[in-house]
């Protein structure tokens, strides 16, 4: 039972490529996260999805898509990048609402994006 | 947008001493958690409180709920080296809003062997 499982560790890339950032979780979570985490900022929102097929925007969507592949998936791109996208991102995965005692999200190891 | 804040900063304690982390957040909430983060690691879920508890353990660790106060703590008894790392709270609020944490900037805590 792996949890959840983000590829790739370290990224670095110029100004203006793009990348696409992957997610997997294998404890049949609906809803799934997408934060970055930068000094003094602590962890932001990027996109979340609630359930399969659904995707929302969090609190700094700019710059990012997501698609959300079947359950397990959830993958974040980046289009264009841009010195300000440099941060860690985290993905993350919750039980769904309703099942059992609420629980607090898993989250994978991160994604370490320097863009140059 | 944040809604927790954590109290202290930084805190930095001598092996086998007790710990206290604060937050206080600003709107009605459904429950609150803390998180843990080693350096260079991802977040790990330590405890949840819901709105209507006031105390709950989980082994080394005590977390009180003040609902009047928009507050809470984490007590890390007899720290140990290891428990040396970042912690956060979040809170989902009263609204439901889609599941959605929002998270405060953190307690560095530094446990000294």
């Not at chain 1, 992957?22 to 979340?48: E, F, K, T, V």
């Not at chain 2, 206080?24 to 260079?40: A, F």
């Not at chain 2, 889609?98 to 900037?105: A, D, P, T, Y």
């Amino acid at each position: 039972n792996a949890g959840v499982t983000q590829t790739p560790k370290f990224q670095v890339l110029k100004t203006g490529q793009s990348m696409t950032l992957q997610c997997a979780q294998d404890m049949n979570h609906n809803s799934m996260y997408w934060y970055r985490q930068d000094p003094g900022m602590g962890l932001r929102l990027i996109y979340y999805s609630a359930s399969e097929g659904t995707t929302d925007k969090g609190e700094v969507p700019n710059g990012y898509n997501v698609s959300r592949l079947n359950k397990r998936e959830f993958s974040l791109r980046l289009e264009s990048a841009a010195p300000s996208q440099t941060s860690v991102y985290f993905c993350a995965s919750r039980v769904p609402k309703g099942q059992g005692v609420p629980d607090g999200y898993t989250f994978g190891s991160g994604t370490r994006l320097t863009v140059v | 947008s944040q809604q927790g804040e954590e109290d202290p900063q930084a805190l930095s304690i001598q092996e086998g001493e007790n710990a206290t982390m604060n937050c206080s957040y600003k709107t009605s909430i459904n429950n609150l958690q803390w998180y843990r983060q080693n350096s260079g690691r991802g977040l790990v879920h330590l405890i949840l409180i819901r709105s209507n508890e006031r105390e709950k353990h989980s082994g080394r660790l005590r977390v009180t709920l003040d609902t009047s106060k928009k507050s809470s703590s984490l007590l890390i008894t007899a720290s140990r080296a290891a428990d040396t790392a970042s912690y956060f709270c979040a809170t989902e609020d009263r609204a439901g809003n889609n599941r959605k944490l929002i998270w405060g900037l953190g307690t560095s805590l530094a446990v000294n062997p």
